[in-house]
């Protein structure tokens, strides 16, 4: 694990290198003759091989990948629990107690009558 972090690292330090002194030859080859149109190959090549060491370093620093859950492992519990958390749910409001108030009151009511 720690062999694999250290080279990860160097590559993506190589592969920074490598971009870093493509530019600088670009530069430089620019300099030279200011009517050349496109890098030399060798610009190019180095380039791709800096290309190639980052993806290559990126992977290598990626944690492994977990396992996905098969819709048919989750029961229908898990998906309610999901979907319907118990701390949002609202058991007891005022339109019970105002129900209960109400029942009373036309009691009352009734018994007057």
Do not use: W
């Amino acid at each position: 694990q720690y062999k694999m972090k250290v080279l990860s690292k160097f590559l993506s330090g190589l592969g920074m290198m490598l971009l870093v002194h493509a530019g600088f030859s670009t530069i430089h080859i620019k300099g030279l003759d200011p009517e050349v149109k496109l890098p030399p190959i060798d610009v190019l090549i180095e380039v791709c091989v800096a290309f190639f060491f980052a993806v290559i370093s990126s992977l290598m620093q990626m944690p492994e990948l977990k396992k996905i859950r098969n819709a048919a492992d989750l029961d229908e519990f898990a998906t309610d629990a999901a979907f319907h958390p118990p701390e949002f749910q609202v058991v007891h409001h005022r339109g019970q107690s105002l129900a209960k108030r109400r029942r009373a009151l036309e009691e009352k009511k009734k018994a007057k009558k």
